[in-house]
C-alpha cells in the first residue's frame, strides 16, 4: 500500500543573502528550504526601513529563481529584507537579513541666500540638503564658478569683491561619493565713492566761455 501525505508548511528557511549593488538597488538572494514538505510554488521578496515593522513586497518569483533586484531604495539608507516561501499548505517567512545602501551624491540642494551685502563683501548662507545621501564631509561656496569657501559651516562671509557687480552663487554638498550643487543665486554688491581721476580736456575757449571735455571716471563703483 502507498499514499502520499498532505503537504505542509514549509520548515527551515534561511534569511537571504545580500549584495549591495549600488545606492538604490540590492540583490537579494535565497536557498530552498530544508523542508518544503511539498511542492514550492513562488517566493515573495520582502522589505522595510530597518526601524519599521511594516513591510512591502518587491516582488515574486517563481521556485525555480533564487534571486531578486530590489530597486527604488534611498541612498544611505538600512533596510532589512525577507524571503517568503509558498506552497499549497501556507507559507514561510524567513528572519530578517539587514544591510544599508551606499552613499550617494548628495540631492535637494537649495540655492544660498544673501544675509547681509556692502559693497565689498557678501554673508552668504545656506541649508544642509533635503536628501544628503551619506554624511556631508564639506560644503563648498562658489563664486562665478570659482570656489572661495570650503567647510562644514553654513554660512560665510566672502571679502575682497568689487562694488555695484553682479556675481552668481552656488553652493555645494559633498559626500565620499561626490558633490550635488545647487542653482545659482544673482546678486549685486552695493554702490561705493566713486574712485579714479576726472580728466578735463579744453576743447575751445572764447573770451566769455570754456568748452570742456570730461572723461569717465576710471571706476564709478
Known amino acids: 500500500v502507498s499514499f ?3 503537504e505542509d508548511i514549509p520548515e527551515g528557511l534561511n534569511s537571504p543573502n545580500l549584495v549591495v549593488l549600488d545606492s538604490r538597488r540590492v540583490l537579494v538572494q535565497w536557498s530552498p528550504p530544508t523542508f518544503p514538505n511539498g511542492v514550492i510554488t513562488s517566493y515573495t521578496i520582502l522589505f522595510s526601513l530597518s526601524t519599521e515593522t511594516t513591510l512591502t513586497t518587491a516582488g515574486s518569483v517563481n521556485a525555480t529563481v533564487m534571486e531578486f533586484t530590489v530597486s527604488g531604495l534611498s541612498p544611505a539608507t538600512e533596510y532589512q529584507f525577507y524571503i517568503t516561501a509558498t506552497n499549497r499548505a501556507g507559507s ?6 539587514v544591510n544599508s545602501t551606499l552613499f550617494d551624491v548628495p540631492e535637494g540642494i537649495s540655492p544660498p541666500s544673501i544675509s547681509i551685502a556692502t559693497a565689498a563683501s ?13 554624511d556631508i564631509i564639506n560644503y563648498k561656496l562658489l ?5 572661495v569657501f570650503q567647510g562644514l559651516q553654513l554660512l ?5 569683491l568689487q562694488p555695484f557687480t553682479s556675481y552668481n552663487l552656488r553652493v555645494q554638498a559633498c559626500t565620499i561619493i561626490g558633490c550635488g550643487t545647487s542653482d545659482s543665486t544673482q546678486t549685486i554688491t552695493l554702490e561705493a565713492t566713486p574712485e579714479g581721476i576726472i580728466n578735463l580736456t579744453l576743447i575751445s575757449r572764447t573770451s566769455t566761455t570754456l568748452t570742456i571735455r570730461i ?7
Open 4 to 6: 502520499t501525505t498532505d
Open 92 to 97: 514561510l517567512t524567513s528572519n530578517a537579513s
Open 122 to 134: 557678501l554673508s552668504v548662507v545656506w541649508q544642509m540638503p533635503t536628501s544628503p545621501n551619506g
Open 143 to 147: 563664486i562665478d564658478q570659482v570656489e
Open 156 to 160: 560665510t562671509t566672502v571679502t575682497g
Open 215 to 221: 572723461s569717465p571716471i576710471s571706476k564709478p563703483n
